[in-house]
């Protein structure tokens, strides 16, 4: 049993676990400290000052984020002298930031203007530096800008991509006045070993860390009437984007965000959910047929494990840090990629449609997608197979912008071809759906049967443990499988790239061998991406995972094998999962990277 | 930035200080320190070879080393120019001293002129006091410097060697 300690915060008596900041305790009280460079998500670190509070008796004022209580300790959250000191230090941060706040694509959404309006910040105490010092704006990524006049050195962005992506491709540079968010060299992001992963945006409190966002182009393209525009949504988009639309956390919002979808002039609106089911029937092949090539043909040259590929931040991660392991990514192309590519080619068969006239849309709460579309591989149908990614942050700014009041839309569904999906689709949203979703499916090819879990609920891939494993126990195959009798399937997933990294050099070093194993680059997964609403953090995280196992609950098909238009794309089209056609559109390559 | 092939010595050179300091993260800041003393700086391709050898990420290098001012990512000068700062020679005029070789060579700290012949660094006490102010080029001392010396000094160097 932890020790009990006793305070009060504005004369209110409470007690505590030790260990417990004065923060947390002040929560636990309702009462709310501002704070910049506290983050749920990172460390402490304690270098902005904005939380400081008043110990009675004491001269100093601490920081409530980065002070434990102590017995006896009277803490004022709102003195006279917090308020001044406070205020100061956000004047302080003001002066030397770029606070023309109406040109900042962050203007409603920073926490710093949030304080700056809550402690009227009118008259400017100090000068104003900005104009003095020579900052840069980095835009050659085209998935993130970094404007270094808008960052106020918090250094979130520094702890998230090495705690929580154990990247550390940002990195505090120089000190003093000098000091600056930096890179090796100070390259552009583009240039190092970033995976676009928007971990650093998400957790940006200011509007130094953006997404490139491509809204502009996207309303371009609506309003030509020679376009047929088309829309994909992710899955983790219908349980976030409520979020910044009114609701709380773990909203279901799918049928309102198709009516959106609509009403902003979408010539269809069809979902990632369904590539995803196709995912899986050609990964789960891939899976099948790698398995037969090692165990039964002892093939050298074929490698286990076979390792998820959706996450293109994984992918990069990989490409830089784990070159040695490429052959073992799955060449599945993420289920964005596969839409696009299918949307230029059987979409437009299908409808009769010059696919030089389609425009495809993807919405996804990923900014790694962004740079994902862009790579040169990413152009099978003939054409850019997904022309732009906007992120779940951006289709709620697009709604905004068209005026729809979202909490009164009617629910709407898909259109049909490439709209159908199953609940397995809508999982791959959370981390270990991918997962779960395969073996959904491999288990009921190579038995007949379906997976042995109530439900088709495999609960021991689920949760938000950094890295989890699971073995699943192949028994009475069919015939064709006969050589999987009594094998057990090895299975594990990480997400987070510090948490892929501990798979990884676990695998590297040999003290682990799987079969198949799950990477998402987000924490949580794509609920947790970088393109997601902010803020985030684990209790938000939390509400959207059950969010997405709730949706899968509803489906009325929840395996993908099946969804009758996938059923359909390979009878009409394909033919067969990783068929030549399949391999020349669905299946990409990967280029090994510079480690640093 | 041009990529510099590094010599294999001086790959062998920062693979054994590293390895001194058992390929340790966190003795970072004693590998810099000892490969700067070996190698006079640290460019661009040795922070990326400090990196992989202590799996550490370069964006951290290279913060470490913009952090403090003692390390210098340009090459020092054929003749690097100390000047001491220490108190003595401090309150002795050092710092004019230090503003006329960086007039004069148009110089800042830390920098070295494009013909690679001069660099300007600042030194804590050299022990010395006596002689203060205090400034070195290279190896030879020069005690009770005054700006007005500053330009004999460098014509020393000027042409090749001092005549010595
Ligand atoms: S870029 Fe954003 S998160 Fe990073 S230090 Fe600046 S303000 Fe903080
Ligand atoms: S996008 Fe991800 S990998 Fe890149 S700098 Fe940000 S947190 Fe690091
Ligand atoms: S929030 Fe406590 S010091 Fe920044
Ligand atoms: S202060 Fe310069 S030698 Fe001592």
Redesign the pocket.
Same mark, same amino acid.
Do not use: Q, S, Y
């Given at each position: 049993m932890s020790e009990k300690i006793n305070l009060t915060i504005n004369g209110i008596p409470l007690r505590v676990d030790q260990n417990t900041t004065i923060l947390e305790a002040a929560e636990e009280l309702s009462i709310k400290i501002p704070?910049? @460079?506290?983050h749920k998500d990172l460390c402490v670190?304690?270098?902005?000052?904005?939380?400081v509070v008043e110990e009675v008796g004491v001269k100093k004022l601490p920081?409530? @984020?980065?002070t434990p209580v102590h017995e006896g300790m009277e803490i004022l959250t709102n003195s006279l002298k917090v308020r001044n000191s406070r205020k100061n230090i956000i004047e302080l941060l003001l002066s030397e930031h770029n606070a023309d706040c109406t040109k900042c694509y962050k203007n409603g959404n920073c926490e710093l203007q949030t304080l700056a309006a809550e402690y009227k910040i009118i008259n400017q105490e100090f000068i104003h530096l900005p104009d003095t010092k020579c900052y840069t704006i980095d835009e050659f990524s085209p998935s993130i800008i970094k404007d270094d006049s808008r960052c106020i050195r918090?250094q979130r962005c520094v702890r998230t991509c090495a705690e929580i992506q154990g990247v550390s491709a940002l990195t505090v540079g120089y000190k003093g006045d000098h000091m600056k968010i930096t890179t090796f060299f100070e390259k552009p992001i583009a240039d190092v070993v970033c995976t676009n992963c928007g971990q650093c945006v998400n957790h940006c409190p200011t509007g130094a860390l953006i997404e490139k966002n491509y809204i502009e182009e996207v309303w371009e393209a609506i309003a030509d009437p020679k376009m047929h525009v088309v829309v994909q949504t992710a899955p983790a988009v219908r349980i976030g984007l409520g979020e910044e639309l009114g609701f709380e956390p773990g909203s279901r919002v799918t049928g309102k965000m198709v009516s959106a979808l609509k009403r902003l002039g979408f010539d269809a609106v069809l979902d990632t959910d369904f590539t995803a089911d196709l995912t899986i029937l050609e990964e789960g092949t891939e899976l099948l047929t790698r398995l037969k090539k090692v165990l039964v043909d002892k093939d050298p040259d074929t490698h286990l494990p076979l390792a998820t590929s959706c996450s293109p931040g994984w992918i990069k991660y990989i490409e830089h840090m784990y070159p040695e392991y490429l052959q073992n990514l799955s060449t599945c192309k993420s289920p964005q990629q596969m839409f696009g590519a299918l949307v230029k080619t059987y979409y437009a068969k299908e409808r009769n449609i010059d696919p030089a006239n389609i425009v495809s849309v993807s919405i996804m709460p990923c900014t790694a997608k962004k740079f994902e579309a862009n790579r040169p591989e990413m152009h099978d149908s003939g054409y850019r197979d997904v022309d732009f990614v906007i992120t779940t942050r951006e289709l709620a700014i697009m709604i905004k912008q068209a005026g729809i009041e979202f909490t009164h839309l009617p629910e709407e569904h898909y259109d049909k071809i490439m709209g159908d999906s199953t609940g397995a689709g809508v999982i791959f949203g959370a981390t270990g759906g991918v997962m779960e979703a395969a073996l959904r499916t491999a288990y009921e090819i190579v038995t007949g049967r379906e997976v042995p879990f109530e439900n088709l609920n495999i609960t021991p891939v689920r949760g938000m443990d950094g890295v989890r494993e699971a073995t699943i126990k192949i028994e009475n195959p069919l015939p064709d499988w006969s050589f999987l009798d009594g094998a057990e399937l090895n299975c594990a997933i990480a997400h987070g790239l510090v948490n892929a990294k501990d798979l990884m050099d676990s695998i590297k070093s040999g003290k682990k061998s799987y079969h198949f194993v799950e990477v998402m680059a987000c924490p949580g997964g794509c609920l947790g991406g970088g393109g997601q609403p902010i803020p985030t953090s684990p209790e938000i995280r939390q509400k959207r995972m059950e969010a997405i196992y709730a949706e899968d609950m509803d489906m009325p098909l929840r395996k993908s094998h099946d969804n009758p238009e996938v059923v359909h794309l390979y009878e009409s089209f394909l033919e067969k999962p990783n068929s030549e056609k399949a391999h020349h559109l669905l299946h990409t390559k990967y280029v090994p990277r510079q480690r640093f | 930035m041009p990529k510099i092939k590094l010599a294999e010595k001086t790959i062998n050179i920062v693979k054994e200080i590293c390895a001194k300091y058992d390929n340790n993260e966190g003795e970072l800041i004693n590998v810099l320190h000892n490969v700067q003393a070996k190698l006079g700086y640290l460019p661009a391709e040795v922070q990326e070879l400090i990196a992989k050898e202590l799996n550490s990420s370069v964006a951290k290098v290279y913060g470490v080393v913009t952090f403090y001012s003692f390390f210098t990512m340009t090459p020092m000068g054929e003749f690097p120019i100390s000047i001491c700062m220490g108190t003595a020679c401090y309150v002795r005029g050092a710092e004019q001293v230090l503003d006329e070789f960086k007039r004069q060579l148009k110089l800042e700290i830390g920098k070295t002129t494009e013909d690679g012949k001069f660099s300007i660094s600042c030194l804590r006490c050299v022990g010395a006091c006596g002689l203060a102010p205090v400034v070195m080029v290279g190896e030879k001392v020069y005690g009770r410097v005054s700006p007005q010396q500053v330009r004999k000094i460098i014509a020393e160097y000027q042409d090749g060697c001092p005549s010595s």
């Open positions: 704070t910049l @460079c506290h670190a304690g270098n902005c000052r904005v939380c920081a409530a @984020c980065a918090c | -």
